[in-house]
């Protein structure tokens, strides 16, 4: 009797403990997913409020959804500012996969010269390049502007991608430094033994290990310079070479004192989503880069 | 290694000797876009700093006028005033923000990967978008925030946020905050989940509550990491611009003037090419000195930790 006096109040107080833990998730969840509306709620409006009719793009977008049908208004008048939307998105692309192509190439190399060789002055040199860090470009504008000019490379979208490039260097020779230091001596001397040298060995030997480290690299200047804002605006002069947030500027602006909203809401959708979409599917070594900047 | 033996280690060496001149050619091309596109045009920002430069036409060198009038520029002090007020602020709004919720995000439980990439997605998109994203969301006729007010019956006029300093003001750190706090959260998680857990174990055993466990274990073992996310988020809110130049133009009365966007006025506005390298000289002097400030505060909390 006493026996099962004791179950009674045992479960009693089991229960009475998975109630409390079960308030205590449902407090949690329901905390989380207030937090995850505040951040998701913005994107999702503009994304859905895009897709408007032409008509409605002036009214505020309550309910946010199209619910008047599915139109893509928004994006043909986004169309019809500077050379068109497609123009500028391919100089936004041109000039961001440009700038992952050359900052992989240039920190691959570097990360491998810092790592393996021996000569004068390299501790030097490794830290002058982390230490254009600690300056700011928003504070030599001015001089890029005129050398540039001078090497024929003003409003031009090769010379804004050098300056994305240079940028990019102190990081990612840092993060390519690292991958390489990480790869055993044994595997190179093994190669080099096979007859694999120099850039050879580099390409077909290294490059697959240090692989994560590119990707690492890539992202960072993808999202960099498909983001930035103030050097394109400086450094691009001319309507058909503007990047998409240069662009904005005029759509921002908008026509005889009125902004076209629609027009705002699409350009907010084309200039974010491909940075959501690149997060999301290598988040992995996002996080990665994030760390090792953290660390650092 | 040392038990390679002699007759092992004695070729590797004298390989090691001679400098591998191979190696500079692999670093050329950083060093070569490192001194074009960066050490030369600092370089050539003090120089520039010490002319009359105009856009067209031949510089004239000045000595250190402009300097001097950079003392005496009352729109260059209120940059700076409007600049440190702005860091401030956003600098507590963040954090106030993101240290909930890297504690809200380092507990074990399900769909805690979920929240993190959500609360961390805005910090992937540009600051150019979200200030456009958010200059719609405040507009007062075709927006969400004021015309949602009215509609939940809060207000009775869907208020004009980016009409007046002290509404515009909170719009932009409302923005930023949104923007930003998913990076310092991940910076602060990575703090909080290098503490042993025994340790807050073992004073909660001791009777510690739970604001005492904050206070004299959690703080004092993030003080390295919480100097990083603060010196990252001083560094940051001293540059700011586009928030500035995109959301308010500037705006009410040319009261949200920040030190970038002044000298980006001086530069590429007025054209006054000196002056604003001079600007850039003190922007750069600031930020130096923080930086320098930084590498101790991180060294104390090592010293500390």
Known sequence: ?296 | MAGAGPGKALPVRRRRRHPQWRGLLYIAPAMALVVVFFVMPVLFTGWMSLHNWPLLGSPRWIGFNNYFRMANDARFVSALRFTTYYTVIVTIAIFAVAFPLAIFVEKHRRFVGAYRTIIFLPVVVGLASASLLWVWLANVDSGFVGPALKALGVVEKSPNLLATFDSAFFTIIVMVVWKIAGFTMIILLTGLQAIPSELAEAARIDGAGRWQRFRYITLPLMRRTIALALIISVTGSILAFDQFYIMTSGGPQNRMISVVYYIFNQSFVSFNLGYGAALSIALLAILVVISVMQLRLLRVGEDRA
Request: positive net charge; glycine residues 6%; charged residues 15%.
């Open chain 1, 1 to 296: 009797m006493t026996l099962s006096k004791m179950n009674a109040s045992m479960s009693l107080s089991r229960r009475r403990r998975a109630r409390k833990a079960f308030r205590a998730e449902s407090t949690y969840h329901a905390t989380g997913v207030a937090i995850a509306l505040f951040f998701l709620v913005p994107f999702a409006i503009t994304l859905l409020a895009s897709f408007r009719h032409g008509t409605e793009a002036r009214l505020p977008p309550l309910p946010p959804w199209p619910a008047n049908g599915i139109s893509l208004d928004s994006y043909r008048s986004l169309d019809t500012f500077g050379a068109g939307v497609w123009q500028h998105t391919f100089n936004s692309l041109l000039v961001s996969l440009a700038t992952v192509a050359l900052t992989v190439a240039v920190s691959v190399l570097a990360g491998y010269g810092f790592s393996r060789y021996r000569f004068p002055l390299k501790n030097v040199l490794f830290v002058l390049i982390i230490a254009t860090l600690m300056i700011p470009f928003q504070s030599i504008l001015t001089p890029l502007f005129i050398i540039l000019a001078r090497l024929g490379l003003n409003n031009s979208l090769f010379g804004l991608t050098l300056v994305y490039v240079t940028l990019q260097l102190p990081f990612s020779v840092f993060m390519m430094r690292n991958a390489f230091d990480a790869v055993p001596k044994e595997i190179e001397e093994a190669a080099r033994i096979d007859g694999a040298r120099d850039l050879k060995l580099l390409f077909r030997v290294l490059m697959p290990l240090v692989l994560p480290g590119i990707a690492t690299v890539a992202i960072f200047a993808f999202l960099n310079a498909w983001n930035e804002f103030l050097a394109a605006l400086v450094l691009l002069s001319s309507n058909e070479k503007y990047t998409l947030p240069v662009l904005m500027m005029a759509v921002r602006a908008g026509r005889l004192g009125a902004v076209n909203w629609g027009a705002v809401q699409a350009g907010v959708a084309v200039m974010t989503l491909p940075c959501l979409v690149v997060f999301l599917l290598l988040q992995r070594y996002y996080m990665r880069g994030l760390m090792a900047g953290a660390v650092k």
